[in-house]
Nanobody, 124 residues
C-alpha cells in the first residue's frame, strides 16, 4: 500500500510561483509513474502533468506547457510540481497519484493510489 502526502499549496497572486511536493511511502517509488491532477469546484478532475517511472519522459496538459515542470527525486521518494506564471484559472485542489503502469498514464482510472490533495488558490 502506497501512501502519498502532498504539500506546498497555498494562496498566491497571479504571476507568482508555487512548488508542490508529494512524498511517497510504503512502496518502491521507482515502480510507479507519477502524476499531478487538479480539480476545481464543479469541474472534473484533470491531468496536469505526468512523469514516467524513470523520470525520462514527461507529459503536460496544453494549458500549463512552458510554465509547469514535473520532476521526481528517487532518493527522497518525492515528486514535485513547479508552477510558474500562475493564473487564476489554476485555482483548484491538486492531487498527486501513483500508477503501476509503464509509460505516461493519462487517465485517472489508470492510477492506483492518490493523495489527499492540497489547495492552490491564485488571486487576480
Amino acid at each position: 500500500q502506497v501512501q502519498l502526502v502532498e504539500s506546498g499549496g497555498g494562496l498566491v497572486q497571479a504571476g507568482g510561483s508555487l512548488r508542490l511536493s508529494c512524498a511517497a511511502s510504503g512502496g518502491t517509488f521507482s515502480s510507479y509513474a507519477m502524476g499531478w491532477f487538479r480539480q476545481a469546484p464543479g469541474k472534473e478532475r484533470e491531468l496536469v502533468a505526468t512523469i514516467t517511472r524513470s523520470g525520462g519522459s514527461t507529459y503536460y496538459t496544453d494549458s500549463v506547457k512552458g510554465r509547469f515542470t514535473i520532476s521526481r527525486d528517487t532518493a527522497k521518494n518525492t515528486v514535485y510540481l513547479q508552477m510558474n506564471s500562475l493564473r487564476p484559472e489554476a485555482t483548484a485542489v491538486y492531487y498527486c497519484a501513483a500508477a503501476r503502469a509503464y509509460g505516461l498514464p493519462l487517465l485517472p482510472p489508470t492510477y492506483d493510489y492518490w493523495g489527499q490533495g492540497t489547495q492552490v488558490t491564485v488571486s487576480s
